[in-house]
């Protein structure tokens, strides 16, 4: 593609090329269009497409991207078998209007490559829940995030209070970048049965996929209990409870909801956060709970 499309349309528009892209946003912004981004994986769920409702309706022009990014996975299987379902993706973005869907190539994002790249000081929030448990996955947040932002410059970026932690990252990565972007958490969506919508989901047997919901389950039960019960002793009863449905829980953990840390005991009027994550076959699942 080489001139930039114009900015009027209403249809989405699929930009690949970076160039193109910037000559692209450039126009919006000349135009006076307040900027959204939403930033995925692909494998568009209603999940995703609840971003971009809310993008839409607080801005003039959301861009979404689709870039599976190789960097921020610890599990090269996982890389590789994560779901990409390009056409099916387009088609529900054009049902919205209003979108420009940006789906870079690994060269465009990595020009020099995937070694050595930069780094960042996240401090303790890599060192605990899904820093802890996949070293390296929230470099790699980062670093695609960090060239995303430089490419978009939303006014405001949505994302997914699902990756509750992945929130607070890029909300480093913003104070880091010394960014003037804006980051708007949206509520998980959830399938009728309460299981948090993600890409992941597709690749669950019919059998897991009946197990799944229980994540939520356990989030709510555990829920219950904290103003009654010892917080070690919820804890204990909410990795046994998924472990005796067949889940392989890699953490459950209440947490103060604005740091992140361990919580130790119940205190009225502090706000709490349960998180989880737990394996189904090879499936890693994670969901979280504001309470
Ligand atoms: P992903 O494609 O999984 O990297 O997710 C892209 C964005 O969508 C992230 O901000 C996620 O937190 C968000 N997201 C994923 N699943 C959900 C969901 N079920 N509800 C709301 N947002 C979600």
Do not use: W
Request: charged content about 20%; glycine content about 6%; proline content about 6%.
């Amino acid at each position: 593609m080489s001139n930039a499309p114009d900015t009027a349309s209403t249809a989405m528009i699929f930009i690949k090329d970076p160039h193109s892209f910037n000559a692209f946003i450039s126009n919006a912004k000349a135009a006076g269009k307040s900027i959204g981004f939403v930033p995925t994986m692909g494998a568009l769920h209603a999940g995703h497409m609840d971003l971009v409702r809310i993008s839409n309706e607080r801005t003039g022009l959301t861009v979404v991207s689709i870039f599976v990014n190789p960097t921020q996975f610890n599990d090269p299987g996982d890389f590789k078998k994560y779901p990409q379902t390009l056409e099916k993706d387009i088609q529900l973005l054009d049902k919205t209007g209003t979108a420009v869907l940006l789906a870079p190539r690994t060269g465009d994002m990595y020009p020099a490559g995937l070694q050595n790249l930069e780094t960042y000081d996240l401090g303790y929030l890599e060192t605990l829940l899904e820093g802890k448990f996949r070293p390296g996955h929230f470099q790699g947040v980062c670093q695609v995030m960090n060239r995303l932002l430089k490419m978009v410059e939303p006014d405001q970026l949505f994302m997914g209070q699902k990756d509750y932690q992945q929130c607070m990252v890029v909300q480093r990565l913003l104070e880091l970048m010394k960014s003037r972007t804006r980051l708007v958490t949206c509520p998980t969506v959830r399938e009728a049965d309460g299981l948090a919508m993600s890409s992941r989901n597709m690749r669950l047997t019919p059998e897991q996929r009946a197990i799944a919901p229980g994540i939520y389950q356990t989030l709510k039960a555990a829920a219950q209990q904290i103003p009654h019960e010892s917080f070690e002793s919820i804890q204990n009863q909410a990795l046994q409870r998924l472990a005796d449905q067949g889940f392989r829980p890699e953490y459950f953990e209440i947490a103060d909801a604005r740091t992140l840390k361990p919580a130790h005991s119940f205190q009225p009027g502090k706000q709490l956060v349960l998180l989880v994550a737990a394996f189904l076959g090879e499936i890693r699942l994670i969901d979280n709970l504001l309470t």
